[in-house]
């Protein structure tokens, strides 16, 4: 029994890819297979969450455009724009977590977007249809945003530009600001303190007795995509140097990320305009929808206060659904 154990400690973490660096896709076609699935299932119970299978923006009847941009190594990643009635050149760039897409904060830009802001939603690398294999939070991923930021300053004629990270996306939003002045404001929801901790807690959750094993085949593999290791990673030694205004989001009940890294993190922000906020009772996942109404008033107002509109909208493409 011993020696089984012993045997499957060492090969399962090297024949079950870590979905760190192979997340699940989730997009439009997944989507709809969960869609077909429910159906086949329960045909009143597909009629009635209808509402949850949502493609695309136009799924909210919300105005939108599709546009891309060619990454560093050739990969594609995907977008879609999301015009608001603000006349302002304002938007905000959503990054999703790990495991995630552009799809998964549907919800929020539609939120926002009644609230007169712009919003950008991209699937990370190697998330939902952009390409690319592998993913980490790291050069390459932030590099891929600061493409996509290119596409919207150039062509959409954006002026003033956020960011809102959640999870492994807030970690690319600290990256981004760090080395990009074109941000002028991140809202950062769930932030963890450093890469190496989070992948530990992330196995220990995942596999039990096989987290030291899936956490050093892991770290191996990340510190060769990142060209360093995931314990120098840390994010609050970055927002250190962020001055930016900085609003951090986090639930009470995060068993992912706790509750007291995401603090952290915005302690450590150097900015003289930082906020915190406290969703009660929010585990990981459930932070916008406990949060509700409030959340989403939390979130605009921060930004419309952070990021003043000044320039008018004189050139910007219409967004058509």
């Given at each position: 029994m011993l020696i089984c154990v012993l045997v499957m400690s060492i090969t399962v973490p090297f024949l079950v890819l870590p979905d760190i660096l192979y997340p699940e896709r989730i997009d439009s076609l997944y989507v709809k297979n969960q869609e077909l699935k429910l159906?086949?299932?329960?045909?009143?119970?597909?009629?009635?969450?209808?509402?949850?299978?949502?493609?695309n923006p136009g799924s909210l009847n919300l105005a939108y455009e599709n546009f891309e941009v060619r990454a560093l190594d050739s990969a594609v990643l995907k977008a879609w724009y999301i015009p608001s009635d603000n006349q302002q050149n304002f938007i905000v760039l959503v990054l999703h977590d790990l495991n995630e897409s552009r799809i998964s904060g549907l919800g929020l830009a539609q939120a926002l977007q009644s609230r007169n802001i712009d919003v950008c939603l991209m699937d990370l690398r190697a998330h939902g249809s952009s390409g690319g294999n592998e993913f980490s939070p790291g050069p390459l991923a932030v590099d891929d945003?600061?493409?996509?930021?290119?596409?919207?300053?150039?062509?959409?004629?954006?002026?003033?530009?956020?960011?809102?990270?959640?999870?492994?996306?807030?970690?690319?939003?600290?990256?981004?600001?760090?080395?990009?002045?074109?941000?002028?404001?991140?809202?950062?929801?769930?932030?963890?303190?450093?890469?190496?901790?989070?992948?530990?807690r992330r196995y220990r959750q995942k596999w039990g007795i096989l987290n030291s094993a899936y956490s050093y085949v892991t770290n191996k593999r990340l510190k060769k995509q990142l060209g360093y290791s995931p314990e120098k990673l840390n994010l609050p030694d970055i927002c250190e140097y962020i001055f930016i205004p900085t609003l951090v989001i986090a639930g009470s009940n995060d068993a992912e990320i706790p509750y007291v890294e995401s603090m952290s993190v915005s302690e450590a922000s150097g900015s003289d305009m930082k906020n915190f906020i406290t969703i009660k009772n929010a585990s990981h996942d459930e932070i916008e929808e406990k949060g509700g109404q409030a959340y989403y008033d939390a979130v605009s107002f921060f930004l419309h206060q952070a990021v003043p509109?000044?320039?008018?909208?004189?050139?910007?493409?219409?967004?058509?659904?």
């Open positions: 159906l086949q299932e329960d045909s009143s119970a597909a009629k009635k969450n209808a509402s949850v299978f949502l493609y945003v600061r493409r996509v930021i290119d596409k919207l300053f150039e062509e959409y004629y954006v002026e003033q530009l956020a960011i809102l990270g959640i999870g492994t996306g807030a970690a690319i939003a600290i990256e981004t600001a760090a080395v990009d002045d074109r941000v002028s404001a991140i809202v950062l929801q769930s932030p963890f303190l450093s890469l190496d901790k989070y992948v530990q509109a000044e320039v008018e909208r004189v050139r910007k493409k219409i967004a058509k659904k």
